[in-house]
């Protein structure tokens, strides 16, 4: 039957094609006086250069057929008013999109105010990627991204080095990430931030993106913590970008053509590649060494339209990560002002990873041109492979030093005495292959309902997925320890290894999924808007034999007679998440084939508040807060390592997580966006059977406590994106990148489990900043024919400091052992300071 299923699924695959969307969307709203509050009516509501538009009726209300998947600017005008206008899109195809408009009489110095209606992003956050590509990074990759612009997102351990999240108490895990309707995995084996490649998400191939921090609908997956929709662009002219920096370079085309006379027969194209070198940044971190890594991501994105009702496409990406290294010594230096201590340590040998990722995607919509009750089909197949091995045979020799730390000394800064010597040796050869293939239908049907006064309507959706696995892993990994000579552990009949893995694991499953929702939307004038959105997911895996049912609901409401334009969301369910493979590989090696889904129930209310701010040139700004609590429960307990997760590969814990996220986003400057990010949080577990103690200052014996931090338990995190630019000269731009966070919790290696996550690292704080410089764009092409850059439409030149401050964080611990057992953490340091410079040219 396996077999079956599997050559369906490719057949299915190779028959069908991707993601259609329809070409048309609407726009909604009423248009009142901004002074008696009003209806207008006859007021022309036009696209600008085109030949749509309509009039309001007597009761200011307009509804007007618009282009989807591209933007547009929508003008009100009217004979004794000022006119008004407003920068749309891209709007989804078949959407409807509120926007409200108050015009002020000619005479009046009173500002033209669009709102736009927050009921139709469902408590998701959407940006368009044009403003956060200007963000500073050192990944290149759009996960760096996420904790500026998102509610209660974090960067975890890895810092500027990853592109790995956590999202209100969770870990990387627990979110999911969708790039057109299909979900994207990422490779399982990676240890530290500096192995860490190119993620899925190209920026340059994104239209725009929704992010939900928890509480999302029914039609997103089972995970527990957080849901990331990408949308790629479809183009409908030729166009390109070229990028080239320190880090590396990339380039994208982009265009379509029509094959045949009909206008609706359109082929669109997105094709983009990137590399990312990074032994210039990595040439900061205290091992010092020859780093060799490179990083590689190709991309394809094609749709056809065979019809007004049919398209066709395919999504293809490779993405191959290889690190090298070869290590030659570290020094580190830590502790405090009157024990200060440091690491010196010569290594040999050499450390070598590859992962190589390949994806494809095809499906085939259906979506009839209907103008009462329209509905959609989609199929979609997909496939996924990572190959991943690990080889590492490094050999370090270590010496544990105290340093004079009495800066009235003759002997400042030399060794006083040595507290430890020894050798570490780690031998790994571990090879990882998964393989995943999935068929999926989904549908939705619009039932329109309503009158001349009100607007409502229900949209039905519904999904049935299927998904076979295959997963092989082999591993083989040792490590020597020996402290003045004698190998630890001591053993005084046997030289013993300090730790060893020989595993072999196979696993082929079947793996079931479904939903189905009903969103119901509900509109009066100057009374309110409501959407109320209620669905149950449901998913079975055979290995395990566990079915999941999982009921969610989400309630938005905006007040319309209220002078503030404010909505409001309460979202409530069971979140529940099927283990993977990395959740069921215990410390040991051994895969738990009998564990369960973790779980969670998700309680999410929060606000958000579009207002103005100054008389003479009023500028918007949007205010968005949520507060939540999630119950845990069924938790599978782990540790993080850098940017690895051990896990426990058992049911064997429970927690809570609780918290409140702001976000305070506008143009502080004319013309240019930024956003202001405050979360707090506080995340605990308790494992099950273990009494938890705490030791207490002036406290002869430990305490027992109820619960214990997380390894993800982050009390603050301030993060800020700001933009400026020259009062004198626009064409010079600043983008400030700010990070301030609480240090995350950790425990002893090999006894963490008593007293659970009792020390925690510094605080993270991090300052990123960039200058741009427009070296050229469209407005001095006239000016200046024959400039030497005049084949492009814009061309920046960007100078970017990151770690301005030159701050040390800290990503993890090195631990070292003595001949009596005593353990020492010495910190890992992330990057230092690093200037970068980075040229981008778009056609």
């Known amino acids: 039957m396996r077999l079956i299923l599997l050559t369906a699924l490719v057949f299915f695959q190779l028959s069908l094609g991707l993601i259609a969307q329809n070409e048309r969307a609407t726009v909604t709203g009423v248009v009142t006086d901004a002074i008696s509050e009003q209806a207008i009516d006859l007021v022309t509501v036009y696209v600008k250069g085109s030949n749509t538009a309509t009039e309001t009726a007597s009761n200011g209300r307009y509804s007007l057929v618009v282009p989807a998947n591209e933007k547009f600017v929508l003008v009100f005008s009217r004979i004794g008013y000022q006119e008004g206008s407003t920068e749309l899109g891209p709007l989804p195809a078949r959407s409807n999109q509120q926007i409200d408009v108050n015009l002020a009489p000619s005479e009046s110095e009173i500002e033209v105010i669009v709102r736009e209606s927050k009921i139709e992003e469902g408590g998701m956050v959407r940006e368009d990627m044009e403003q956060l590509k200007l963000l500073p990074t050192t990944t290149g990759n759009l996960e760096s991204v996420l904790p500026h612009i998102a509610l209660g997102v974090s960067s975890g351990t890895g810092g500027e080095l990853s592109s790995q999240y956590n999202v209100r108490g969770g870990n990387y895990d627990e979110n999911l990430v969708y790039v057109n309707d299909f979900e994207i995995y990422r490779p399982q084996l990676v240890r530290a931030g500096q192995q860490e490649g190119l993620t899925f998400a190209n920026m340059d191939l994104i239209r725009d993106l929704s992010f939900s921090s928890g509480g999302f609908e029914a039609r997103y997956g089972d995970k527990l913590s957080s849901v990331l929709d990408i949308k790629y662009k479809r183009p409908d002219e030729l166009r390109g970008s070229v990028g080239l920096s320190f880090l590396g370079g990339s380039a994208h085309l982009e265009g379509s053509v029509a094959p045949k006379k009909d206008s609706y027969r359109r082929l669109r194209f997105l094709v983009g590649t990137r590399y990312k070198d990074t032994r210039y940044l990595l040439g900061s971190l205290d091992v010092s060494g020859e780093y060799t890594p490179s990083f590689t991501d190709i991309q394809a994105y094609v749709t056809y339209d065979l019809s ?228 149950v997911r449901a998913n079975y895996w055979d290995l395990n034999q566990e079915l999941l049912i999982s009921p969610r609901v989400q309630l938005l409401y905006k007040p319309l007679g209220s002078k503030r334009d404010i909505s409001y969301r309460l979202a409530s369910g069971l979140y529940y998440q099927a283990p993977f493979y990395r959740e069921m590989r215990a410390f040991n090696g051994q895969v738990n084939t009998d564990l369960l889904a973790q779980k969670s129930f998700h309680v999410v209310g929060g606000f958000t508040l579009d207002f103005y701010l100054g008389k003479a040139n009023p500028k918007k700004f949007r205010f968005i807060t949520e507060a939540y609590y999630k119950e845990l429960w069924d938790l599978v307990s782990y540790e993080i390592e850098n940017v690895r997760i051990r896990y426990s590969g058992l049911n064997n814990a429970q927690g809570y997580a609780m918290g409140l996220d702001m976000r305070l986003n506008g143009e502080f400057v004319p013309g240019a966006e930024s956003w202001i990010n405050l979360s707090l949080l506080r995340t605990r577990e308790r494992l099950d059977d273990v009494t938890h103690l705490r030791r207490e200052l002036n406290v002869e014996e430990a305490v027992e406590v109820k619960d214990v931090p997380r390894p993800t338990d982050r009390l603050m995190q301030l993060s800020m994106f700001f933009q400026d630019y020259l009062k004198t000269n626009e064409n010079i731009k600043m983008h400030l990148n700010l990070t301030v966070g609480s240090g995350l919790p950790y425990g002893l290696l090999g006894n963490n489990e008593v007293y659970r996550n009792t020390y925690r690292f510094n605080p993270y704080h991090r300052v990123d900043i960039g200058f741009g410089f427009l070296l050229f764009d469209e407005k001095r092409r006239a000016k200046r024919p024959n400039h030497f850059l005049r084949f492009t439409q814009t061309t920046w030149l960007n100078l970017e400091i990151f770690n301005l401050l030159q701050v040390q964080n800290q990503a993890g611990n090195t631990w070292v052992k003595t001949v009596f057992n005593q353990q020492y953490a010495i910190p890992n340091y992330l990057t230092s300071r690093r200037i970068n410079l980075r040229l981008k040219m778009d056609f």
Request: aromatic fraction near 12%; charge should be negative.
């Open 308 to 535: 007004r009702d049919w398209q066709l496409g395919v999504l293809g990406n490779f993405n191959q990560s290889i690190y090298r290294f070869q290590p030659t010594q570290r020094s580190t230096g830590f502790g405090l002002i009157n024990l200060a201590l440091q690491l010196f340590s010569v290594f040999e040998g050499q450390e070598v990873n590859e992962f190589t990722t390949q994806m494809g995607g095809l499906s085939l919509t259906y979506l009839p041109d209907r103008s009462v009750n329209p509905f959609f089909l989609k199929f979609l197949a997909s496939s996924f492979r990572s190959d991943e091995n690990e080889r590492i045979d490094v050999i370090g020799r270590y010496s544990l030093r105290q340093i004079d730390s009495n800066l009235g000394s003759d002997n400042f800064g030399e060794v006083l005495a040595e507290l430890g010597a020894g050798t570490q040796q780690q031998y790994i050869r571990n090879f990882l292959d998964i393989q995943l293939y999935n068929a999926e239908v989904k549908g939705g049907l619009e039932v329109q309902k309503g009158n001349e006064e009100v607007d409502a309507s229900h949209f039905f959706q519904f999904s049935v997925k299927a998904q076979h696995e295959r997963i092989d892993d082999m591993i083989n990994e040792w490590e020597r320890l020996d402290s003045a000579g004698y190998s630890l552990p001591y053993d005084t009949s046997a030289v013993l290894l300090f730790s060893t893995l020989k595993t072999s694991n196979q696993l082929r499953s079947l793996r079931f999924s479904g939903f189905l929702q009903d969103t119901y939307t509900w509109r009066k004038d100057d009374k309110g808007e409501l959407r109320l959105s209620a669905g």
